[in-house]
């Protein structure tokens, strides 16, 4: 059975600096486009970042230069560093599995919780 | 980016009664592999978001009979042909052609 579990999240400062995970079984990390999510308090989705089997990365533009996704293959385990925090990535963060080649999440995480204030 | 836009915002069905949501595409989600890259998802309350369709019109396993999509192109449709009191929460479609991965604004359903 798939699941993931994201951890990693909390209470941090602008400017700050933190790291997510997502530890996946039922499946090896490496064989799927994984991705993360996120979702502001109260509002939609938004799509943060995927990482393809070939190891290349993307971002959307309002994270790019501050989060890095990376992935552990050994520990079957998807990252988000996030670092220079701001307040508007307040949200929580989910981690997705695609499926038949698509960064469509097929399986999703059940969230950690990030919140950026001083 | 392709802008995804959803209506209605939200919805109040009897149990028992239709209902359906609209999905416009900013651009064509047909790819040159013949396939169409649109989903829908429903996020109930106080839950990470489930799979419902993808493809337009393919639903996930364990996706009941009850839920279908429709459509091509840039308009889609997804249909509850008898709402549940389950199927309350909100429901995005999400393009996934080009990056970013795009969703709609989402719309919630909720039981009269």
């Known amino acids: 059975e798939v699941q993931l579990v994201e951890t990693g999240g909390g209470l941090i400062q602008p400017g700050g600096s933190l790291r997510l995970s997502c530890a996946a079984s039922g499946f090896t990390v490496s064989s799927k486009y994984m991705s993360w999510v996120r979702q502001a308090p109260g509002k939609g989705l938004e799509w943060v970042s995927v990482i393809y089997t070939d190891d290349s990365t993307y971002y959307a533009d309002s994270v790019k230069g501050r989060f890095t996704i990376s992935r552990d293959n050994s520990q079957s385990t998807l990252y988000l560093q996030m670092n220079s925090l701001r307040v508007e990535d307040t949200a929580v963060y989910y981690c997705?599995?695609?499926?038949?080649?698509?960064?469509?999440?097929?399986?999703w995480g059940q969230g950690t919780l990030v919140t950026v204030s001083s | 980016d392709i802008v995804m836009t959803q209506t209605p915002l939200s919805l109040s069905v009897t149990p028992g009664q239709p209902a359906s949501i609209s999905c416009k595409s900013s651009?064509?989600?047909?790819?040159?592999?013949?396939?169409?890259?649109l989903y829908w998802y429903l996020q109930k309350p106080g839950q990470p978001p489930q799979p419902l369709i993808y493809e337009v019109s393919n639903r996930f396993s364990g996706v009941p009979d009850r839920f279908s999509g429709s459509g091509s192109g840039t308009d889609f449709t997804l249909k509850i042909s008898r709402v549940e009191a389950e199927d309350v929460g909100v429901y995005y479609c999400m393009q996934s052609i080009q990056l970013p991965l795009t969703f709609g604004g989402g719309t919630k359903v909720e039981i009269k």
């Open positions: 651009q064509s989600l047909l790819h040159s592999d013949g396939k169409t890259h």
């Open positions: 997705g599995r695609g499926d038949g080649g698509s960064s469509a999440p097929r399986n």
